[in-house]
Every structure is written in C-alpha cells, then in structure tokens.
C-alpha cells in the first residue's frame, strides 16, 4: 500500500478532483491513506481533508519530507492538486512497489504535455522529488540514496480547469 501526499496549491476544488481520482486505488487496495499538504490554514480544505480521511499538514512551505513524517505507508505518491493519474496507472504502481527496495525508491509518471518546462524539468531536476513521483520514505527522509529516476509506464494530466 501507499499514502498520497497532495500538495495544495490551487484550492478545495482541485485538492477534490485529485482526492476523487485516487477512489479507484483506494478500492482495489493500493493507496491506504492521505496526506494532505497546505501553506495556508482553509476551512474546505479542512472539510475536504476530514470528508476524505486524510490527515492536514499546514505550514508555510509545507514539503513533501513534512508529508513523509505524516504518512502512514512506506511508499509516498507526490501529487499537486488537480493532477489526475490516467488509466492503468493503478497496475503500474502495484507491480513497482511489491518489486521495488528503497533503493530503487524513485518512479517518475510521464506527464502529458511536452512544453518548454517540461523539457527543463526532465533534463535539470532528475534526482529533484517532485509531482508525479512515487518515492520510498526513506529517500525522502535522506536515509537512503536512490539511483536515476524509474520511468513509468502510466501517465499523469492536470485537470485543464486548474491547468
């Protein structure tokens, strides 16, 4: 099983739509719990997060090392919220983690979308946790070194309406 940390960035209503996308994972029993991570104190986010079962980290540059403190599971699925995994994605996820060790603890989604900062991104920040990520705690916590990021077949897409 794995824990969803969600970064809040955008508001309620992208933190749902994310949060709705993860319900098919939490029945075939992949995602076990989630965490949610805000700069800021909401009350819906609050709601969102209590209706959801996740649990609420707000702190002014809430990270994804603060979620892995928070998170209930061995292996973390970084998202931004209104990012939506696409189909498939839950098979993907399942076979990477009953295989993976931590030292292999770094998957990275393919992301729709082949812009200018995409391209950066791929080249500049491969060891950089970021979205999209499906990281082992202990990586995350610095007690463990990963090798290069494992490419994963299933991909990821922002909700259009929060870009």
Do not use: Y
């Amino acid at each position: 099983m794995i824990t969803a940390l969600v970064r809040v960035t955008h508001g309620p209503e992208a933190l749902a739509a994310t949060l709705s996308a993860l319900v098919p994972a939490v029945a075939a029993g992949l995602v076990g719990d989630a965490v949610i991570l805000s700069a800021r104190q909401d009350e819906m986010l609050a709601k969102v997060a209590d209706a959801a079962g996740a649990s609420l980290i707000v702190a002014e540059e809430a990270s994804w090392k603060d979620g892995a403190h928070a998170a209930r599971r061995e292996w973390l699925l970084c998202l931004d919220d209104g990012d939506i995994p696409q189909e498939g994605w839950i098979r993907v996820l399942d076979r990477f983690v009953t295989r993976g060790s931590p030292e292999r603890g770094l998957a990275r989604f393919r992301r729709h979308g082949s812009g200018f900062v995409s391209l950066v991104r791929r080249i500049f920040a491969r060891s950089k946790i970021h979205a999209g990520d499906l990281v082992h705690r202990r990586v995350l916590l610095d007690e463990v070194k990963t090798r290069a990021p494992v490419r994963l077949s299933a991909t990821i897409e922002r909700d259009p309406v929060f870009g």
